[in-house]
Structure formats: structure tokens, C-alpha cells
Nanobody, 121 residues
Framework: QVQVAESGGGLVQAGGSLRLSCAAS????????MGWYRQAPGKQRELVAY???????DYADSVKGRFTISRDDAANTVYLQMNRLKPEDTAVYYC???????????????WGQGTQVTVSS
């Protein structure tokens, strides 16, 4: 099976930076899409950014120009560089990986446990 684990969360002051990492491990042929989501208290989980196997990216409007997503396919890892953080970025950040197990083009989503990001004003 596949395990997905995030790291890099923490407490930072407004205007600061954090870099999140997410590594997928297990039976992996390829990962089609890797993405970051977040969920603030009392709110629904929302997409922050994603990156495809070809390197295409997209971002939520609220983070465009401040966050950058990247991936290392050799390590099955995705990163989220977060700059100019705001208090409203405070949330649990989750990683998602759309995994292909073999040469057969079948995919399954996996989620990490989440990592807390807290931005103080």
C-alpha cells in the first residue's frame, strides 16, 4: 500500500515563511497529481495548490504570488513553499497523492494525516 506523510508545519509570525514537505512511499508506479489542501477550524477543506506529473500547477486565488508548489518525482515528494504568510493561512495542511500502482492506468487517492500551520498576527 501507500503511505503519505507531511512535515514542516509550525508556528510563524505574519510575513514569515514555511516550507511543507510531503513524501509518498510504498507500491508506487507513478503519481499523476500531488496537491496541498487546508482546513481551518469551522471551515471546509479547500484546495491550496496542485502539480501534475508534467509540471503544470494551479493555485487558489488566496495564495497566488505567495505560495509555490514543486515536486521531486525521484523521491515521490511534493513541497509547498509558503511566503508572506497571513493569519488567515492558519489551518491544518493536508497532502494528497493520486497514485498509479502499476503500468495499468488505474489511480487511487491517498491523504496524509495533516500538519498544523499557525500564523500569528
Amino acid at each position: 500500500q501507500v503511505q503519505v506523510a507531511e512535515s514542516g508545519g509550525g508556528l510563524v509570525q505574519a510575513g514569515g515563511s514555511l516550507r511543507l514537505s510531503c513524501a509518498a512511499s510504498g507500491t508506487i508506479f507513478s503519481i499523476r497529481i500531488m496537491g496541498w489542501y487546508r482546513q481551518a477550524p469551522g471551515k471546509q477543506r479547500e484546495l491550496v495548490a496542485y502539480i501534475t506529473s508534467s509540471g503544470s500547477t494551479d493555485y487558489a486565488d488566496s495564495v497566488k504570488g505567495r505560495f509555490t508548489i514543486s515536486r521531486d518525482d525521484a523521491a515521490n515528494t511534493v513541497y509547498l513553499q509558503m511566503n508572506r504568510l497571513k493569519p488567515e493561512d492558519t489551518a491544518v495542511y493536508y497532502c494528497n497523492a493520486d497514485v498509479q500502482f502499476s503500468i495499468v492506468p488505474r489511480y487511487q487517492d491517498y491523504w496524509g494525516q495533516g500538519t498544523q500551520v499557525t500564523v500569528s498576527s
